[in-house]
């Protein structure tokens, strides 16, 4: 990693722990983002996964480590602070609020003062995206499909208009089909220049749309390099794609 | 809603029609005390105006917030001593009311900046504990008369209409307050806040100041109707404005109303107002347990309270679903 120039690095996470009361989960977890790449963090579950993006985002309380983004050592900062510069979360389970209109929804996603006054163009952004969306703009989120509610998160996420976008298991409960138009949006999202941190169960997907992967194992990186090359590596391969 | 363009103001005067009722309901209650002037009719919406007030605050934190608290009493209580010393001292009954919102909303902060770092049931009980600790001490304080109570020696004639219009002028301010927020970006984050508070702070909203901001607009109000209660009655004593019944009935109305929406609460105050009034003279020593039961059954049947039942019985009429 030492090669890659300081200024193309968007984020990077040093030596990371985090602990739930007395139980701690992330036992120093390292990782570095390049702009403008897809990276996947892979990994079984209870390995770590979303306590490390949440903890990136600020939602869950950081015990020791460094996170710099943009140059800047966020660490303290809270959640708040850091969707103004321009990270945001599409969360496990989408977190959609059930009883509020898709638009309202999204127009959350740009919550911050300083997002408001381009509310208007990134919704249209959004809807541009994702037409379902916009057909539905006025019924309430929790009546919408799980594919639909998904798009609707990452929609709400776009809002903030992020310069890294994390997503945790975008493909959770989804219907094969829904999952792959799902990776697809995320793709294109990609290639519109935002820069994507992904976690995924579904290792297959996530390994072939991503460029870098690291692989966690009981709140450790275990194993990091170019996607292809975990694609290709043995144990990965046995261990979470079911090769022998 | 917040796409729209145009500025606040005229975007609510763009929608009068919406409106057209409350404007008749504000008219009518101008207006009635002349047409029937027995006092005790006018006493009885007096004490009403003031519940609904208490009660559409209590909404602002409780409903759309979704902080259950039961520790209005607090600002009730600290509202009605500001006023009363403040009366005594020579001051304006109507600025005493001002600076009786100011003590009341920096209290909010004193109780808020710690409690609020509870969730759920948790808050709910640090506020119970909150109000019995200011209920001993008032007990206990010597200037103000301690248990036996604090009188306020107003100079002037008594006027009832001024203490009735003066309750009507601050209902109509909680409810346009009530309906404002909702319709505001602070509004739209207290209802992220109250349907998933990790999602909003996630998203950008602090949750925390989101939440003092407005546990202190609710506080201002239920203070300034603890001081207007204060002037009316003239004598106010520990138990009775910081009591736990107090902050029990100021929950309780929104509640049997219907939390979370602008006309619930206002509802509930009627009901309280009025309904409780007449089982209390009709029934004075059941009169408790008649209002539980009623709690306990539109909890039971109908936990969206009076309003939510009415939408019910309005969609069933109109034939959807």
Redesign the interface.
Known sequence: MSNISESSILLSVQNLEVSYGPVQVLWGVTLSVRKGHVVSIIGSNGAGKSTTLNAI?G?RKVGRGQIVFKQEDIVRQ???ER??RHM??V?EGR??????TV??NL???A??ST??KD??PN?SRVYDIFPRLKERRSQLAGTLSGGEQQMCAIG?GLM?EPELLMLDEPSLGLAPKIVDEIFEFVRNISREGVTILMVAQNVNYALRISQYAYLMETGKITLDGPSEKLLADDYVQEAYLGST | MSTSPAPLPIRLLAQWRTFAPSWMILAGLAVMPLLLSSPNFIRLLFVTLLWITTSVAWNLLGGFAGQISFGFAVFYGIGAYTTALSMNAGVNPFIAFLVSAITAAAASLLVGLPTFRLRGPYFAIATIGISEAVRVVMTNLSFTGGASGYRIVEHRAFRQLDHYYTALVLASIAVAFSVFISRTRFGLGLNAIRQDEDAAAGLGVNPYAYKLGAHALAAALTGMVGGVFSRYAAFIHPQGVFGFQTSVHILLMPVIGGIATIWGPVLGGVVFGIVEEQIIASFPEIHLFIYGSMLILIILVEPGGILGAFRKLLRRIHGRR
């Open positions: 985002l939602v809270p959640p708040h969707v103004k945001t979360l969360p977190q959609l609020w059930p009883k509020m638009e309202d127009l959350m996603g919550f911050p997002l408001r509310a208007v919704l709400r903030a």
